[in-house]
């Protein structure tokens, strides 16, 4: 876990993260550090996050939501994953519903945890399970969509308005017409990478992160970026098998019976698209180029 020191934050953000992790944690005080949750950059992981916060104050984390979020469906998402079975595969929240923040957005509180980092040996197996696990927990009638359509939708106007000379736009309105026809069979973590895995300090298991974008879905969509990663030769061919063996010896439904690469090709090529889309935004060309070529040459 990185961070920066507290006065490195507006004193405003600051003291309202130590007055919401306070209701959690009795150890909180005026003088108690706060500091953004960051973690290096790692092989799936965007080089930039879209606009959500994380803060870490004692042993609560908190989390400012980007304004877009919708408050019903967060609301949904942090309810469901109280559902059966689902401790055992995500970190739970300390509350189940979210609350506001400032600027109008919505909060959510976490316990801290240990965040993969660099130094770590990537645990494709261990996700992979939690993923494949997650895809046959039964889905409940009131289940939220995953929201990985609509950041796909976001990835391809950013495109369309900002960098027509790329003329992938056209590629990502395909890719969003496929993804959303996909059938949606299951409970979709929906942006996973390798950030999105952490333990509580006294298990050190490896559980799932991140709600946002948590729901109902198609699972070949949680297995896109690693293989999107694997066709921009951005990790190894035996990175990508231990993670494709766990998947299918847990049972995995995302890649069907058949040769695996028909069944995440769409998605693979629809992750690369958008973290290309937030390397071009960071001023990273030069990243976007290699990811973009990945999904060319998956076309």
């Known amino acids: 876990m990185d961070g920066?020191?507290?006065t490195a934050l507006p004193a405003e953000i600051a003291g309202w993260v130590?007055?919401?992790?306070?209701?959690?944690d009795p150890r909180v005080g005026p003088a108690t550090p706060v500091f953004p949750l960051l973690t290096p950059s790692l092989p799936t992981r965007p080089l930039i996050r879209e606009h959500s916060?994380?803060?870490v104050c004692a042993g609560v984390m908190v989390k400012i939501h980007s304004a877009h979020t919708d408050?019903?469906?967060?609301?949904?998402?942090?309810?469901?994953?109280?559902?059966?079975?689902?401790d055992r595969l995500w970190i739970q929240p300390l509350a189940y519903r979210p609350f506001p923040a400032p600027d109008g957005r919505l909060g959510s509180l976490w316990p801290r945890v240990t965040v993969l980092s660099t130094i770590d040996a990537p645990p494709w197996e261990r996700a992979a399970t939690l993923l494949a696990r997650l895809h046959r927990i039964a889905v409940t009638e009131d289940a939220p969509p995953s929201g990985a359509t609509s950041r796909l939708s976001r990835a391809v106007d950013w495109l369309s308005a900002n960098r027509p000379d790329l003329?992938?736009?056209?590629?990502g309105a395909e890719l969003r017409k496929a993804l959303a026809a996909a059938p949606a069979s299951g409970w979709v973590h929906g942006d996973f990478h390798l950030g999105q895995l952490g333990h509580t300090p006294l298990r050190s298991s490896w559980k799932l992160l991140d709600a946002d974008a948590f729901g109902l879905g198609d699972p070949a969509w949680d297995l896109g970026r690693v293989a999107g990663f694997r066709a921009a030769d951005l990790i190894d061919e035996a990175a990508w098998q231990a993670f494709l063996g766990a998947y299918t010896d847990a049972g995995g439904p995302g890649v069907g019976d058949g040769d695996p690469w028909d069944a995440v090709r769409d998605p693979a090529r629809a992750a690369l698209l958008m973290v290309a889309v937030r390397q071009l935004q960071a001023g990273r060309d030069a990243d976007a180029a290699v990811l973009l070529d990945g999904v060319r040459r998956l076309g």
């Open 167 to 171: 003329a992938l736009a056209s590629t």
């Open 53 to 55: 916060e994380v803060y």
């Open 18 to 24: 130590r007055g919401v992790a306070a209701t959690h």
């Open 71 to 86: 408050p019903g469906r967060l609301g949904r998402r942090l309810f469901s994953l109280g559902g059966t079975d689902m």
């Open 4 to 6: 920066r020191p507290a």
